[in-house]
């Protein structure tokens, strides 16, 4: 700028020489993460303990550098360790042997089941990993890695980092790592070679020994004492005479045989595929030297059953096929599905039958008009035959998707009372002998929003998920329902209770389909005592609740009225009600000349114009309350019982209600709506209790809202007087209205607060609408729910602590999730894998302890310690065998191998030629107890001086694997770096 405004001015440049290159800057980069991370300086930490690096914490942080324009992760893993106190930081000599050296020398920790490659090839705690940030870059030209390498080398020396830096050259599948530590005078270079063919002379002990002396090239003779641990792994994949245990379902039994058996009252469970595929056994020499061992390529003194060390690993085979996984998988992919029962079975059969009334007013006359039932030629045994007879006159038995036992079975199983000839007239909706204890397996409904264990609507999902894998699939699913529909209009129309369901108001805690079953048998309780004028007057209790009052007061007003009405609800006299479908009407001409009387009683307090009149629909006295203008005493009235609703009319009610705004003329709208039920035990009191008033009705309604204190009269007596609450009094308040608009009507003659007719036709109505993927959705939280209890059921059995864990969180998770309207797909879908995982672990231990004999040990002591090392083997990497191949456990795994061997030797000679034609598997007798080892590890490790004989002796250390597929060798060699 000052250029431009002065032009005359004389402009001075530098130019900077100076300016680091793209290498520097790279350098710089890894030497200030270095620095971020600190891990600068020496640190030494605690001595390894054994099998830490399995039980131990790894954690790892990572940052991004870039090399010109190539990015790099740099990555951090460590073991997570307490530090050293402060006294042992200032004992750490300055020039000590770094930590990730001494690690190169600790036999605690050689193959751990479960780490890092580079912990397993080189023991170490600490590393840090410089890689292409992308999976698909790679590093693969000499120049590039010997730069990379470098710029490691000048980073630590720079940083003073005493931790191994790695860096990862060629494609990543290969893992490969080259990488360099520094100390003070010392550096160890950590090398790798990855081949696919091994030459033959390194495919035993001497020839890698060749190789390690040659490598370290030690100047001193004799060669210090060389170090050798030996793992060889071998592979167990043919069981032979162990069959899987699991029993196929018997498809014949489900047609044939007791009803609710293992059919239809059970699911399947259980793996149909040994889930164990492979056993591993890794046998170890951990602590040998040189000169006692023997291992060439002609004679070899490693004969697995010598190796002081078995450890055992077992491979689990991917995503084995479970019963009860794919049960509920197969119910679950139907709500997925957007035909209608219709569409899949082709004609309505509703559209059938409604053929057979033409006229509509027929129809509904039949709804409405009173039709004596004629009870006495009913049979419940043919009440389920009736209902299928209407599908059958349009559809031919070979269009059934259902075959005609297979549903003959399941309506009786889910409805045992058309199996029996006993009379219709008991009343109770359950079999309450055999309710199951009120255990917490049994409450998990609640959880679910399901239903109860022992209820039709759980009866009928498994009974659909039975039908939709193994009979019809989703046409049989239709089938089913439509049969279940045509049998609840049966039972509405004819009176007869559905079985397996609690009697009482529907359960909110249960899902919406078991709701509206519970509403048609509320429905069906009442037309019943309607049409029979059943007559119950024998169970009025005489008891009658004296301090009722005061623990009403603890619980609110609306607990005070119900739980009197409560007490009076069995003892209600059926003898006042009417015979006749239309008992409950508007009597005007009973009412007419009351009406002014009632008002003006009601206002003025003067009820003397109502005492003549004569009191209806009491139920009993309620025992110690008077009527506070005459004295009489108090009467409960007989009271409709308030209208019963579903969760889904609940919420309709509650929309409806909050559209009528916050006016004035809204909130009383609002207020009259809610107050029905009010209005109606107003009259019915009104009948019951003749010149009552509205302190009368409060004082046995809601008793907090009338308030009583002790006065002293004129005489001086201390006497009780009462009066409402302040809201009672509040002018036009919603009780004072509903009061004033009461008339004394008894129950039996007030309009119904519940119309059963039109309920159940809607409840009906819905169920006949129903398509498979929404009852599929209804009813999932059932299936959820009894496959729970089967897999909890069957750990019983096993007894794995894993699996228990696993079973709580999957009922904490299920219960997240089914307690909410139409939960997502995906969550369902996590829940029915958890279960599944699960029952492949039950199936897993079952398979191992088949193949162990648990069972079959006769002594005690021997069979605990097999199933402990069963469970061992399911939930940790790798388990020790104890005393090794001489152990009970070791015996069996011999035992396995050798029968394994015996026939796989009575294999077609053209298998055995290639069995041997190797030079390396020839060495092998083929029938050997064991084959020839899938994989063999080999660590060797010393202390040398490097390179010269006055150098620091530092150590040394080799890796090897050689497996089918490839050959490895890591090498960590450290020299001197002072005196060389």
Known sequence: MAADSEPESEVFEITDFTTASEWERFISKVEEVLNDWKLIGNSLGRPLEKGIFTSGTWEEKSDEISFADFKFSVTHHYLVQESVDKEGKDEILEDAIPQSMQDLLCMNNDFPPRAHCLVRWYGLREFVVIAPAAHSDAVLSESKCNLLLSSVSIALGNTGCQVPLFVQIHHKWRRMYVGECQGPGIRTDFEMVHLRKVPNQYTHLSGLLDIFKSKIGCPLTPLPPVSIAIRFTY?????????????????????????????????????????????????????????????????????????????????????????????????FKICRRKESTDEILGRSTFEEEGREIADITHALSKLTEPTPVPIHKLS?????????????????LEESPLNNDVLNTILLFLFPDAASEKTLDGTTSIDNSNLPSESEDYNLYNQFKSAPSDSLTYKLALCLCMINFYHGGLKGVAHLWQEFV??????????????????????????????????????????????????????????????????????????????????????????SWSDSDEEFFECLSDTEELKGNGQESGKKGGPKEMVNLKPEGRLHQHGRLTLLHNGEPLYIPVTQEPAPMTEDLLEEQSEVLAKLGTSAEGAHLRARMQSACLLSDMESFKAANPGCILEDFVRWYSPRDYIEEEVIDEKGDVILKGELSARMKIPSNMWVEAWETAKPIPARRQRRLFDDTREAEKVLHYLAFQ??????????????????????????????????????????????????????????????HQITNVEATIARARSLKAKFGTEKCEQEEEKEDLERFVSCLLEQPEVLVTG???????????????????????????EELKKVGCPEERRHNPVSDFPAPAGRELILRTTVPRPAPYSKALPQRMYSVLTKEDFRLAGAFSSDTSFF
């Not at 419940?380 to 031919?396: E, F, L």
């Not at 209790?541 to 009225?561: Q, S, V």
């Not at 009894?786 to 219960?815: D, R, T």
């Open 235 to 331: 592979v167990l994949q043919d069981w032979q005479q162990y069959f899987w245990p699991q029993q196929p379902p018997d498809i014949d039994a489900l047609v044939g045989g007791e009803v609710g058996g293992l059919e239809f009252g059970k699911l399947p469970f259980g793996a149909c595929e040994d889930p164990i595929s492979e056993l591993h056994l890794a046998t170890t020499w951990p602590h040998l030297t040189e000169g006692i061992i023997v291992d060439n390529d002609v004679y070899s003194d490693l004969d697995p059953i010598q190796a002081p060390h078995w450890s055992v690993r077992v491979r689990k085979a991917d995503n084995p096929q479970c019963l009860l996984g794919d049960f509920v998988t197969e119910f």
């Open 771 to 832: 398509k498979p993927a929404d009852l599929a959705r209804h009813l999932l939280p059932c299936v959820i729910h009894a496959a729970v209890l089967k897999v909890k059921e069957e750990e019983s059995l096993e007894n794995i602590s894993s699996v228990k864990k696993i079973i709580k969180q999957i009922i904490s998770h299920s219960s997240k999730v089914l307690h909410f309207p139409n939960p997502e797909d995906k969550k369902l879908e996590e829940i029915i």
């Open 884 to 910: 090794a191949g001489r152990g009970h456990a070791g015996r069996i795994i011999h035992k396995l191998f050798v029968n394994a061997q015996r026939a796989a030797a009575m294999a077609p000679p053209e």
């Open 486 to 575: 045509l049998e609840m209009r049966f039972r509405w129309e004819n009176n007869f209770l559905i079985p397996g369901l609690t009697g009482g108001p529907p359960d909110l805690r249960c899902c919406l389909l078991h709701q509206k079953l519970q509403m048609l048998n509320c429905c069906i309780e009442r037309k019943k005592a309607r049409d029979e004028g059943k007559k119950t007057s024998d169970n009025i209790t005489n008891t009658y609740p004296g301090d009722i009052g005061k623990a009403a007061d603890l619980l609110g007003p609306d607990h005070r009225k119900d739980t009197d009405k409560e007490k009076g609800e069995v003892g209600k006299s059926w003898d």
């Open 380 to 396: 419940v045994s043919n009440m389920v035959h009736t209902a299928r007879k209407k599908i059958r006159k349009h559809r031919g």
